[in-house]
């Protein structure tokens, strides 16, 4: 899989921005440029959940924690 840039208002079929890198999940090899990738989150860029785990991994992101479900404090009878 290629790690890309791509403006959400154009199609995946276009032409990237950029390419960050690349992830092979047979072989699990994996490259990435990481100071372009910093530097396209700086901007505002919203990586994919996949690129968010791959950034994660790398140590570029911080993991985000998972908020506890809401419970009612009154118990209906």
Known sequence: YRIVVLNSTIKRQA???QQLGFYNPKTKEMQLDKAAALEWVSKGAQPT?????????????????????????????
Do not use: H, Y
Request: aromatic share 0%.
């Open 15 to 17: 032409a990237p921005i």
């Open 49 to 77: 959940e996949t690129a968010k785990t791959i950034l994660v991994k790398k140590g570029l992101m911080q993991p985000e924690t998972k908020r506890a479900p809401k419970t009612d404090s009154k118990k209906k009878k």
